[in-house]
């Protein structure tokens, strides 16, 4: 058994799906197989500009926005599919999904619901419609496949942004309804990125989540490995389009890939290695417009030496703390206080007088941290920050320029943190 995810970015047009069959092909044809895959190209975006138009009632760009969607994905269905087939998959996917879509977005606009799952009940369309239009193409070149819908087997507690997979729940139903599919399928589809709360409403994993869904799965499903097959093909050490000097990375430990993750490299949603390596399953990661080519490889095994790798993660919010009344910071209780609302600390530099945090975490958990803190701390929240990292640095490693604002060396990284200009 195999998983295997194909993202957006693959899926972004009619060239990008018509790729597809060369890629299942390639791999593991004789071996089960389950394909999740994400939303179209940019539909995710679409999706929350259209949740955000109808949150200010401006329906009438809500609309505007929807229609263009609609006519996008009926523009690739028609390059995909000859006439006939085309309009019978417009026909179901209207009445399946795109005019159950305009009601959740029309109810947004009342705010009858939490905005969170009301913007969640809308973002689901993108990955439902897409594989229902990957589904007929496979079917149009003779795959035979099953189809289920994501949000029946996941199940999670709701939270928002990024909800908790509940796994008992969860295995149950991927034991009972995903399972039996390969009875009588080698091939199963699925969607990422979307699941359901334990009343049922659809709801979200966090952006770029269906790699995480794909390694859920793979968990769940006892798979031999897992494929991420993307455009860009591989880790490296740097992001390709900055750093001309970037070295593919073929070998990784999972804890290496997942710092690079977590340290703000793009390839990977941060959540995905956990659920593999809990049951050792390896992630390929694979070139998708070269089924042939090289990837990266990602397991148990410590890879050493690795070349140094540079990551940037962009958005973090600079804290900084003062004491002004000679009693001493107490990192410790901060980053307690931080875990318990769910702020996400990147960065942390400090001593008894004055401290700096890079974090992530939504408005009201830093106003509900910040008004725990003892009075005669001062605290100053600061615009975006950049925190720039360098895994394994060498001897060669020049500082950073002027734009640093905090710098901080240890034995096996670099970081410093810059203002986002
Ligand atoms: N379509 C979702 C997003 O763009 C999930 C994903 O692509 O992984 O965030
Ligand atoms: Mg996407």
């Keep these: 058994m195999w998983v295997m995810k194909v993202g957006g970015g693959c899926l972004r047009d009619a060239a990008g799906i018509r790729q597809l069959p060369r890629v299942l092909n390639s791999a593991y044809g004789e071996s089960s197989r389950l394909l999740v895959v994400s939303a179209i190209g940019k539909t995710t975006n679409r999706l929350l500009q259209i949740a955000e138009a109808a949150g200010r009632s401006d329906l009438g760009l809500a609309d505007a926005l929807l229609t263009k969607l609609r006519d996008d994905h009926q523009a690739i269905i028609h390059e995909l599919l000859p006439d006939g087939s085309a309009h019978q998959l417009m026909h179901r996917l ?82 009972a309804q995903l399972v039996p599919l390969f009875r009588t399928h080698k ?39 897992m494929i991420a097959w993307k455009d860009v093909g591989r880790l490296y050490s740097a992001d390709p389009n900055i750093y001309s000097d970037a070295q593919p990375l073929t070998e990784l430990s999972y804890s290496q890939a997942a710092e690079i993750t977590y340290y703000g490299a793009q390839i990977l949603h941060p959540r995905t290695l956990r659920p593999l390596r809990e049951r050792r399953i390896p992630l390929y990661v694979r070139p998708y417009f070269d089924p042939a080519g090289e990837g990266t490889i990602i397991a148990e095994k410590w890879v050493y030496p690795l070349p140094p790798i540079r990551t940037q993660r962009r958005g973090l919010i600079l804290i900084e703390v003062e004491s002004t009344d000679l009693s001493p910071l107490s990192l410790t209780e901060m980053l307690r206080d931080m875990e318990n609302e769910g702020i996400e600390a990147y960065f942390v530099q400090g001593g008894v007088r004055t401290a ?65 200009g």
Aim: charge should be negative.
């Design 187 to 225: 091939l199963v589809l699925t969607q990422g990125y979307i699941a359901s709360d334990l009343r049922r409403r659809s709801v979200t994993l966090g952006r770029e989540g269906s790699d995480y869904s794909a390694a859920l799965f793979a968990n769940m499903l006892g798979a031999q490995g």
């Design 94 to 175: 209207n009445e399946k999904y795109w005019t159950a879509l305009w009601q959740r977005v029309q109810a947004l606009s009342h705010l009858s619901e939490e905005i969170g799952y009301a913007t969640d009940a809308i973002l689901v369309y993108g990955e439902l419609i897409s594989s229902e239009i990957v589904k007929a193409y496979l079917e149009a070149q003779g795959f035979s496949l099953a189809w289920v819908d994501a949000r029946r087997l996941i199940v999670t507690d709701g939270y928002h942004p990024e909800p908790t997979v509940i796994q008992s729940a969860s295995q149950a139903n991927v034991d």
């Design 356 to 420: 700096a945090f890079a974090v992530k975490g939504s408005q009201d958990s830093l106003e509900r941290w910040r008004a725990a803190i003892p009075a005669g701390w001062e605290v100053s929240v600061r615009q975006p920050v950049t925190l720039y990292t360098i895994l394994y640095p060498d001897a060669t490693l020049s500082s950073p320029n002027g734009e640093a604002i905090y710098f901080q060396r240890l034995p096996d990284r670099v970081h410093w943190l810059a203002y986002e």
